[in-house]
């Protein structure tokens, strides 16, 4: 798991080894996890073995400081050349295989990433990774608000503890824009906006793909039909 310390400085790395990266977006409880946790054990895959938020915030640029708390979303213009570099190193040192071990040198690598917060971000990875795919997991808006407010009441999902302004429970989750209009409301009223804020941009992002840069997964369905479920998946990213 990368925590931000690593330095990057003695990788070899070219800048064309990540190819047709595998990204699944969706909102927060979902089932990402689970998704995510089938997919990396095919082995035509590599992941960093979980969720990029080190990874990617300890890059202060991309930090929400940077944007006074604004939110997580990050843009194309976001993805400059230096930080996109970057970026593509600290993914290739700490990617592994399903067996554990690591891409031989200049090999290519397919990538499989799930981190919530790429709701946000989907014009900046598919600035990051131009050839990627994207998964949609999506799943009963009803279930997902009920799963959210309870990572808010658990505590286990704080993503930040000292947000300036915020005098509910600790912020957690992913940052949406609006949320100081959200202060002092009751925390259903906040994890619904913070649900629908996510999907309305999410969507409209995605609508920006063409056809063969998205598939849909519904979250019952992967359920019920897994095996093909996860075929499809598989069909469609041209992995075994």
Known sequence: RFTGKENVADVSFIGDEIVKSLIIVSSPRSGSTMFFEALEKNSDLC???GESHGLIESIEALHPISQNYDSNVLTDKHCSQEISQELHARFYQHAVKPDGSKPKPVEPMRLLEKTPKNALRIPFMKHLFPDAQ??????DPKQVISSMIDAWQSGRFITYPNLPGWTELPWSLLLIPGWRELIGKPLH????NQWATTTRIMLDDLQTLGQNQIIKVRYEDLLLNTNTELNRVCTYAGIR
């Open 47 to 49: 992941s960093i073995g």
């Open 134 to 139: 994207f998964v949609y997991l999506y799943r």
């Open 189 to 192: 009223y906040v994890v619904a």
